[in-house]
């Protein structure tokens, strides 16, 4: 009996150790009190959501971790502007991640229409393509036929197609799936802002670009492979410093699409022009291996923060301007074994994972930014990275008041301030995360 006993305690421990360092079970933002909200059009008034947002139970297996979600994130989704009648809407989804992902080294495998990925605070990724191809009975402004998804020649690009109906954290439902199909950090964000959208809905993303260090892990591909943001280390070993991962696609120099990037003959698209300009479809691309630092499926074997041992990961490729870059995150092809995630329920032994412990925050001294400083009728504060447990914020006087205080939840990017009923003069703001507390002070001038 004190065998078995033994036994029993050493598989509790062992599996006890897996779930703490296993970046497949302990990425996720797990979250039971924060709630979604959305916009409506032509509304700049948040609307407050009943449904929990980000991951709300993890669990794990020896081979999978099974995460529940409702598919909602802590940043406001919508107004969509293209007609799209569809709201974030609550999934009850279950995925089912594996926890030791194999490389496929059979054809490799196409990305599919719908969720291929899921980011951790439960929302899907999809891929490059919005569901419609060309065919010659397509109407010029379409790009696609009236009334079908076309003949599956000509793939139109979700990002240049769909802009119009993107909210400002980039994403859009389908069906009330809110999903992204590119890089999850808000519009306003980037270099060069090439949406209106947060001028009047302003939201977040999952995370803020931030130049100076490795982007945090962002989501699993279908295939279990980690999904990353857009920085990381130069070489494939960890070393050469942290820059902008690149993308190996590049626009292919056309004027008609009479055949793929291959030489492959097929039913001829429409000529490149005004309405349907490069980069207008999938096959406008070609992949050259000394474009960029990643594969064909936008991803690469390295070292990361989260592998120091290395494994293969994707990356979300944006511009020098921070704006999007084909293709995206993953595809057109996975790197590894795909099967589609989705199950309806967990049908085998599994243990939760609670991700409370301060031991188990794995980020480094908090990195933010306050602006503008000094401050007239606002202030932000803007995490640079990822927050992964709420930060408290507090506004304090010189006499130790304090005069404005709120918090930054997991999955969200900053906090916005209304200093106009506040005296002229100094005052220190204080951030409080679960490893330190950093002061910074803060003077309004009005």
């Excluded at 991803?299 to 994707?314: D, K, L, Q």
Aim: aromatic letters at 12%; proline letters at 5%.
């Amino acid at each position: 009996m004190k065998k078995a006993l033994l036994s029993i305690s050493t598989l509790i421990i062992s599996s006890g150790l897996v779930a703490q360092t296993d970046p497949a079970i302990t990425s996720w933002l797990q979250n039971n009190t924060i709630k979604g909200s959305h916009y409506v059009s032509g509304n700049s008034t948040v609307i407050d959501d009943d449904v929990l947002a980000n991951v709300q139970q993890v669990q794990f297996s020896a081979n999978f971790v099974y995460v529940s979600t409702n598919g909602i994130p802590a940043y406001p989704t919508g107004p969509f502007l293209d007609g799209n009648p569809s709201l974030a809407t609550e999934q009850n989804a279950i995925y089912k991640i594996p926890l030791s992902p194999t490389q496929n080294t059979g054809t490799p495998t196409n990305t599919t229409a719908g969720t291929i990925a899921i980011f951790i605070n439960g929302v899907s990724l999809y891929d490059y393509r919005d569901g419609v191809s060309y065919s010659l009975t397509a109407s010029a402004d379409q790009g696609g036929p009236t009334g079908g998804s076309g003949d599956g020649v000509w793939n139109r690009d979700a990002i240049p197609a769909e802009m119009d109906g993107f909210d400002c954290s980039k994403g859009h439902p389908a069906m009330g799936d809110y999903h992204h199909h590119q890089n999850p950090s808000a519009f306003k964000l980037d270099k060069t802002v090439v949406s209106t959208i947060c001028n009047m809905y302003d939201a977040e993303g999952l995370y803020t670009i931030n130049a100076s260090a490795h982007s945090p892990l962002i989501g699993f591909a279908y295939d279990g492979f980690p999904i990353y943001g857009a920085y990381g280390y130069d070489n494939t070993d960890g070393t050469g410093g942290i820059v902008r991962i690149k993308s190996s696609y590049k626009l292919r120099n056309i004027t008609v699409r009479t055949e793929y990037a291959d030489g492959t003959d097929v039913t001829d698209g429409p000529a490149v022009g005004t309405n349907f300009p490069l980069g207008h479809y999938r096959e406008d691309y070609e992949y050259n291996a000394t474009n960029g630092h990643l594969d064909e499926h936008n991803g690469r074997f390295c070292v990361t923060p989260e592998y120091p041992n290395g494994i293969y990961a994707y990356f979300c490729t944006v511009d020098e301007n921070w704006n999007s870059a084909y293709p995206y995150a993953v595809g057109p092809t996975f790197y590894g074994n795909y099967a589609d995630r989705s199950v309806s329920s967990v049908s085998e032994t599994v243990e939760p994972y609670y991700a409370t412990s301060i031991s188990e925050v794995q980020s480094s001294v908090l990195d933010f930014s306050v602006f503008p400083n000094p401050a007239n009728d606002f202030i932000a504060v803007q995490v640079n990275g990822l927050v992964k447990n709420t930060i408290q914020l507090e506004l304090i006087s010189m006499k130790g008041d304090v005069v404005r205080s709120s918090e930054i939840a997991q999955g969200t990017t900053i906090w916005y301030l209304d200093t106009k009923t506040l005296y002229n003069g100094h005052y220190v703001l204080r951030v409080i995360d679960q490893e330190s507390v950093t002061t910074q002070k803060v003077v309004l001038s009005k």
